[in-house]
């Protein structure tokens, strides 16, 4: 059966919806637990509001087109955001896998709302855009953020690590 542009436009709503979902859950657990970056702790908090300021955006969009997001979607998703945090807590370089993870993650919601934009653009949706836009641009400064710091922290990690203290977060 074929769908409609309105309909895949809705699903990618549900389904940044509970991407956003994921990855506050990525960021509760990475803050709780960092201790010698706090940089890096205070930056994934306010990204964590940023992201939740995000996921209202969305459900606001899905509401304004007559739907709501998907709540088994979303826990599914948060679930998968506490089991990633969980396998990287075992690893000795905890926060650079975060770290790397993070950037990637970053980069994966980008194309997400740059897909988005294409979707409300097909299905005729012109007040969406604005808040597409709006987090769109916080996703972009976050990867920046992890890419101007990446250096800074691999070489932390290193520094700790040679001289016996604490590390990996």
Not at 5 to 22: C, M, P, W
Not at 33 to 49: A, S, T, V
Not at 143 to 168: F, H, K, V
């Amino acid at each position: 059966m074929a769908s409609n542009i309105r309909d895949i436009y809705i699903t990618g709503l549900v389904n940044a919806h509970a991407l956003e979902a994921q990855a506050i859950q990525l960021i509760n657990r990475q803050v709780e637990r960092i201790e010698n970056y706090p940089e890096m702790r205070e930056r994934l908090r306010l990204h964590g509001q940023e992201s939740q300021r995000q996921q209202e955006r969305l459900a606001q969009i899905l509401d304004g087109l007559g739907t709501s997001p998907s709540t088994l979607k979303d826990i599914g998703t948060s679930i998968m955001g506490n089991v990633a945090a969980i396998g990287h807590a075992l690893a000795q370089d905890e926060v650079l896998k975060n770290t790397l993870a993070n950037f990637a993650f970053e980069h994966f919601e980008i194309a997400s709302y740059r897909s988005l934009l294409t979707m409300a653009e097909a299905a005729g949706d012109s007040a969406a855009p604005r808040l597409l836009q709006q987090s769109l641009e916080e996703e972009i400064a976050m990867a920046r953020w992890i890419e101007e710091n990446l250096d800074a922290t691999t070489r932390r990690y290193m520094q700790r690590e040679t001289a016996g203290q604490t590390s990996g977060i």
